[in-house]
């Protein structure tokens, strides 16, 4: 069966330190993986997605980056955070080719406080 | 600017009772709408999916219904029971195919 990592669960940073937060997928091969950011009370906003190795897209402008060096491995990042960063962070993956009828798997998800 | 709107507040109901949360959204036609569930301090977890040519899919004691012309989907839980008790997410794709969350409407389910 597949399993979704995602480390720390939570995380308290100063402003401009930097951010590695890190998701790992098992049992799938090639699978679409995403970054996403909840704040308090707020719905889910969709940070970066990836398709494969190397392959990142974007969706808001930010101070985050996201890499996947692996297959099943998604890192975010930031080289300096900003309060605003604070919020809780989900790592999801999907099945490869977006699909109508492919649903999310999320991470238990990393509560970050910049402070 | 495509809007998903679920209502804020929470929803409070009797055990046993049926819950009913409502999506609305706009400026834009979604092929399909999901709806998640989220317990506190955990990532959501997938519920039911339907399409925009389906009016109604049922799962258990849940039921989603679907109306493009309303801009309208509709979650019930029937028979509610206090482990029911989450925020419950809708979630439509938009234009290229990636799912956009609404706020999420929190249910509470009081024995």
């Known amino acids: 069966s597949q399993t979704i990592h995602q480390w720390p669960a939570t995380l308290v940073q100063p402003v401009g330190s930097p951010l590695s937060l890190e998701c790992t997928v098992e049992g799938t091969s090639n699978p679409n993986l995403y970054w996403y950011r909840q704040a308090a009370g707020r719905g889910l906003q969709l940070l970066f997605y990836s398709v494969g190795i190397g392959q990142i897209s974007s969706e808001v402008p930010q101070n985050l980056s996201a890499s996947r060096p692996q297959d099943r491995q998604f890192i975010l990042s930031s080289k300096k955070l900003l309060l605003s960063d604070s919020g809780f962070y989900l790592c999801a993956w999907s099945r490869a080719q977006i699909a109508a009828n492919e649903k999310l798997f999320f991470g238990s998800g990393t509560q970050l406080s910049v402070l | 600017s495509q809007k998903i709107e679920q209502n804020s507040e929470a929803l409070n109901i009797q055990e046993g009772k049926t819950a009913t949360l409502t999506c609305n959204y706009t400026n834009y036609s979604p092929a399909y709408l999901q709806w998640y569930r989220q317990d506190p301090g955990r990532g959501p977890v997938f519920l039911l999916l339907?399409?925009?040519?389906?009016k109604e899919k049922r799962k258990e004691r849940l039921k989603v219904t679907f109306d493009t012309t309303l801009k309208q989907s509709l979650f019930h839980i029937t028979a509610s029971q206090p482990a029911d008790s989450a925020t419950y997410l809708c979630?439509?794709?938009?234009?290229?195919?990636?799912?956009?969350f609404g706020g999420g409407t929190r249910l509470m389910v009081k024995p």
């Open positions: 339907i399409r925009e040519n389906e």
């Open positions: 979630a439509p794709n938009n234009a290229g195919n990636m799912l956009t």
